[in-house]
């Protein structure tokens, strides 16, 4: 039975963990930011492998035949560690990121390259931040979103949730914490796309924080397009 290393703990990262055990033995990682993390199915590690060396002795010690990289579009250096060390173990490799976000008729976004980018763009109004829990201390006003509380200090109030959302209430947060503008990164996906839509229902202006650059190595956008791959031989004999 071939052996697939699951990188990430993005939604996509389980649907294709639960789909593939049946045929592979499954591993995945999760990189262990998140204090009570979802689990998928078949084994799971936490914890980074100790950079490209230390991934490379894995994934030979472990036997990996495959590794699918399904980590959030953000995680730009789990991917890059990835590329290198399946490259130098001669790896199938194979990144699975779902499509960004696309602006619709009534959108007003404005597109920024970072994080600190984006809180001088919003300057002192209320802001409704779902960037995640670093770089929040450069906001002045508003409310923040993360699953755990943030590392360092900040004058945004903060709200421990997690997402699906709903469309209904993300408007009534933005009421209840009188935003002003949405920040957000280009993450993409349906689960948490409801504040857009409440952000357009209500007129307020979102700031988006571009994706890092692609990976150049193959990608696909779909859970049914990286099972194909496994399937169908292109991860190797």
């Known amino acids: 039975m071939k052996t ?39 084994e799971v590690r936490v914890g980074g492998f100790g950079g490209v060396a230390g991934l490379v002795a894995y994934l030979r010690a472990e036997r990996v035949d495959a590794v699918v990289d399904a980590t959030h579009p953000f995680a730009d250096r789990i991917t890059a560690n990835a590329l290198a060390a399946t490259r130098a173990a001669g790896v199938p490799f194979l990144v699975l990121r779902r499509p960004g976000w696309t602006e619709r008729p009534g959108d007003r976004w404005t597109w920024v390259g970072s994080i600190a980018e984006a809180a001088a763009v919003v300057g002192a109004r209320r802001a409704f931040v779902t960037t995640g829990r670093d770089g929040l201390d450069a906001f002045t006003a508003g409310v923040a979103r993360t699953v755990d509380p943030p590392a360092g200090g900040t004058a945004l109030e903060v709200v421990l949730d997690r997402g699906p959302y709903t469309v209904d209430g993300e408007l009534a947060l933005m009421r209840r914490y009188g935003v002003e503008v949405l920040v957000t990164k280009d993450s993409g996906g349906d689960m948490t796309s409801a504040k857009l839509d409440a952000a357009r229902t209500l007129g307020l202006p979102v700031v988006l924080v571009r994706r890092p650059p692609a990976p150049a190595a193959p990608t696909v956008s779909g859970v049914d397009a990286a099972l194909a791959w496994l399937t169908t031989g292109s991860a190797g004999a």
């Open 4 to 42: 697939v290393l699951v990188l990430g703990g993005t939604g996509e990262a389980r649907e294709l963990a639960r789909r593939a055990v049946s045929g592979f033995r499954v591993v995945s990682s999760l990189a262990g930011r998140v204090a009570s993390p979802r689990l998928p199915a078949g």
